[in-house]
């Protein structure tokens, strides 16, 4: 059974910093790109960033220079360093493989940018 168990959402003022980890079963992490997504109210989900199984990074334009992506193989998990957020990137945050492989997702994590 696929698990993707995302946490470490939040409120957070403009200007702070966030840091999002995703635990995940080991049958899709192992050799998968795996991916950071977002959703806004209203909107679609879009890919914010992924990493290759390697370690090679890829971010959307409208948060490069401001998240940074990793993970731990060892441990099948997956991290978003977030800072300097701004009220934009209030969303419920999914990690998933890039591209996608399985239907499942996690529950996902809110994060809340306001003053």
């Known amino acids: 059974q696929v698990q993707l168990v995302e946490s470490g959402g939040g409120l957070v003022q403009p200007g702070g910093s966030l840091r999002l980890s995703c635990v995940t079963s080991?049958?899709?992490?192992?050799?998968?790109?795996m991916g950071w997504y977002r959703q806004a109210p209203g909107k679609q989900r879009e890919l914010v960033a992924r990493?290759?199984?390697?370690?090679?990074?890829v971010y959307a334009d409208s948060v490069k220079g401001r998240f940074t992506i990793s993970r731990d193989n060892p441990k099948n998990t997956v991290y978003l360093q977030m800072d300097s957020l701004k009220p934009e990137d209030t969303a419920v945050y999914y990690c998933?493989?890039?591209?996608?492989?399985?239907?499942?997702w996690g529950q996902g994590t809110q994060v809340t940018v306001s003053s």
């Open positions: 998933n493989t890039f591209p996608l492989i399985q239907a499942t």
């Open positions: 080991r049958s899709i992490f192992s050799m998968s790109t």
């Open positions: 990493v290759t199984s390697g370690g090679v990074t």
